[in-house]
Each structure stands twice: as structure tokens, then as C-alpha cells.
């Protein structure tokens, strides 16, 4: 895609203003023309997962196995009125969906779905995916803050609490990622995850071995730093068992309550948009983005071809990692407020500050012909005693023994 948008560019040398807009078109139109596709497939194939799940059958009457009917609902969200309440903020009742939806597609620019296949090549890639990830909190609250109606407001507060509470894991479990890598760029970081000297043998088999075993989630602190990583991003998107924002069994839909029609489905979209993201950013920074094995096509002597391109890796392991979410709303409750809030800053936070320091330590542990034998086992070591200490700190009764008074 890089090389695409510099050689389309290239006319137009003499009109810059035309270069520019160009080169933001090149950027944004593949974006809005494939995720949204994905959105309808994923909403698909969750109702009909649930559906497994429940022991139901989902959807079925719209298209073979009901795979229209993404299209139907589409078509329904944009048939129905848009009710707005009479003493809503108006302004800002109409900005909230489209503050939550544009910083959801601009966040997507910065990964790379290839090798030059980036829609905008930054050299703080992860930083601005973060800073741009971040504007979603003052979204929701805009929703909840102009609906002028308390369960939205409730549904807003919570949410700020929840995704600001979550965000330090997140970030920090990033920031080993970065401090290892020496780098903020996403593609720089996809690049260190491959061991060359395994890619470049003329054994295929360590070519292909070569091109996983190097992902940070076979080390000690690249393992931990997923699982905190995609725990906190289930809590960031608002996904089960974190979606305490939207708890219809409390208040109603919280946030979304006073919405309707095309303005709910862009609430919606903009969660699934959100969760294709995060995931995104979580297959560059530990499941090494778009490397697989290198299988070579047959009827090919190019050695640099490949019979499963890179981009396919890497939405194969995005919707992997949607499905596991998927898996988890069908099987997990949801949390009570304490829980959800006491295991962000009394287990996640001090999780994710502690492998911080096994990363440094695991960095310039003493190597054996390029392994890190000594880095392994303790960085293990290390993070289990970890969780071990702060699940023992953290257990224990969590409300006072319940004192019947009777009448004498």
C-alpha cells in the first residue's frame, strides 16, 4: 500500500493540494470499504456462535443460514425514526456517535496488515494509537451527559471508571512490547519478531519455524503482557463479562438508552470496529502480525512467493482472537462494579508493573548461542510467583459476614 500511494503520488508532483487529498483518500476509502464488511460477517457469525452455545438456532430466515442477515438489520437501522429527547443536549446527542466512530476507523490506519501494507507509516504508530483509542472515553460520556436521562448518565460513569481504569494495564502491557523492541513503529515491531538467522537457512522447515517461534507470546513477559493486554481489552470495548455500561438488567442500556435507529447502529459498529483494532494491535505486538510460515506455492521458482499472502495471516489470527471474545460472552457472567473495578487496580495494574521488570531482566539475561536460557526459567519463575502473591493479597471475603437480628 505504500508503494501503491508512491507511485500514484508521483503525477502529481505539480498539484500538492491534490497530492494531499490523494494520499488521505489511498488511506481511509480501503479502510471504510472492507471493516465494515467484517463487522456485518462477525455480527453473524456471534449470533449464530451464541446461538451454538444457547443450544438454539440463530438466525435463519433471511438467505441460506441467515447470512443476509446482517443486510436486514442494517436495513431496519436505517428505516427507523430517530427519536431525540426534547430536553437532551441536542449538539452534543448528535456529535457522540460520530466522536466514537471516526477515531475507531483512524486508529486502524496505523497497523500494518502487511509488509508495505500500511495505511499510514508513522513512527509512533503504537502512541497514537493509544492517544486516538483514548477519545472514545469522552464519546461515551458525551451519549450519557446529553441524553439527560439517569440511566445514561449511570451508563457513562461507568464507563469513564471502567476504560480509564483499564487503560493502564493496557498501555502497560505495551509498553514492554516497546521497551524490547527499541521502537514505537508498528512495522519495526512485526520485524523483530522473525529470527533471521531461522528464516534465511536453506532448511524449510526453520524457515517456517522461524517466522513463529520469534512472536513475543513464547516468551515469559510477551505471555503475561497478551493475557493482561487482551483481558483489558475486553474492558476498553465494553465486551462480556466487563459490559457493565451497557447492563440491561440494571439500566437498561445504559449509555445507549435514548438512541435509535442510525445512530445505535453506529454505536454499534464503532464497539466492533473498536474490538478489530484492538485485536489488530494485539496480533502486531505479540502474535507478530502478518509473519506465518513461509509455504512456498508449488508452480512457483520465485523465492519471495508466497501461497498464503501476509494479510491473510494476519486477519486470520484478528477474527481468531474475535471468535475467543465471542467464546467468552457466551460462557462468562458479567461482574459486579467492585469486582470489576478492585481486579483492574489490585491485580492487573501491579501484574502488568512487574513484567515490565521481567522483560528488562529477561533483555540482558545471559544468552547460549543467541537463547535466552537463563531468562526463560525465571522470567517464568517470576511471573508465577507474581500472580500467586497477588491473587493470595487479593483473596479472602470480599464483604462483611452477613449479622441476622432478631425481635425479642
Excluded at 446527542?93 to 486508529?107: C, K, Q, R
Excluded at 457466551?330 to 521481567?358: C, E, Q, S, Y
Aim: proline share 6%; net charge positive.
Amino acid at each position: 500500500m505504500v508503494q501503491l500511494t508512491q507511485w500514484a503520488l508521483s503525477f502529481l508532483d505539480s498539484y500538492p493540494l491534490v497530492a494531499v487529498l490523494v494520499a488521505i483518500l489511498l488511506s481511509t476509502v480501503p479502510l471504510i470499504a472492507v471493516f465494515p464488511g467484517c463487522f456485518a460477517i462477525t455480527t453473524w457469525l456471534e449470533r449464530k456462535g451464541l446461538a451454538r452455545i444457547q443450544n438454539r438456532i440463530g438466525p435463519n430466515r433471511t438467505g441460506p443460514l441467515g447470512i443476509l442477515q446482517p443486510a436486514a438489520d442494517g436495513i431496519k437501522m436505517l428505516l427507523k425514526e430517530d427519536i431525540v429527547p426534547k430536553t437532551s443536549d441536542r449538539l452534543a446527542h448528535f456529535l457522540a456517535p460520530v466522536v466514537l466512530m471516526v477515531p475507531a476507523f483512524t486508529i486502524l490506519s496505523v497497523l500494518p496488515f502487511n509488509r508495505n501494507m500500511i495505511p499510514a507509516a508513522v513512527d509512533t504508530g503504537v502512541i497514537l494509537f493509544f492517544a486516538l483509542g483514548s477519545v472514545s472515553t469522552l464519546a461515551v460520556f458525551m451519549a450519557g451527559w446529553s441524553s439527560r436521562n439517569k440511566y445514561s448518565l449511570l451508563g457513562g460513569m461507568r464507563a469513564i471508571a471502567q476504560m480509564v481504569s483499564y487503560e493502564l494495564p493496557l498501555v502497560l502491557s505495551g509498553v514492554t512490547v516497546i521497551m524490547m523492541t527499541g521502537s514505537l513503529d508498528t512495522t519495526k515491531i512485526v520485524a523483530q519478531q522473525q529470527l533471521s538467522e531461522w528464516i534465511q537457512s536453506s532448511n524449510a522447515g526453520l524457515q517456517c519455524l522461524g517466522q513463529i517461534i520469534g512472536w513475543n507470546v513464547f516468551t515469559p513477559w510477551g505471555f503475561a503482557g497478551f493475557l493482561i493486554f487482551f483481558v483489558a481489552s475486553l474492558a476498553e470495548i465494553n465486551r462480556c463479562p466487563f459490559d457493565l455500561p451497557e447492563a440491561d438488567s440494571e439500566i437498561v442500556a445504559g449509555h445507549l438508552t435514548e438512541y435509535s435507529g442510525f445512530k445505535y447502529a453506529l454505536f454499534f459498529m464503532s464497539e466492533y470496529v473498536s474490538a478489530f483494532a484492538i485485536n489488530g494491535l494485539s496480533t502486531t505486538l505479540f502474535l507478530g502480525g502478518w509473519s506465518g510460515p513461509n509455504i512456498r506455492p508449488p508452480w512457483s521458482d520465485d523465492p519471495n512467493a508466497l501461497l498464503i499472502p501476509g494479510f491473510v495471516w494476519f486477519f486470520a489470527k484478528m477474527f481468531a482472537l474475535m471468535l475467543v471474545m465471542i467464546w467468552i460472552r457466551g460462557t462468562l457472567p458479567r461482574l459486579r462494579v467492585d469486582h470489576l473495578m478492585g481486579f483492574a487496580w489490585k491485580f492487573l495494574l501491579p501484574l502488568a508493573i512487574m513484567n515490565i521488570f521481567v522483560g528488562g531482566f529477561y533483555y540482558y539475561a545471559p544468552r547460549w548461542h543467541g537463547i535466552p536460557v537463563v531468562g526463560w526459567p525465571i522470567g517464568f519463575l517470576v511471573m508465577y510467583l507474581s500472580y500467586e502473591c497477588i491473587g493470595r493479597l487479593n483473596r479472602g471475603p470480599k464483604t462483611a459476614q452477613r449479622v441476622y437480628h432478631y425481635a425479642s
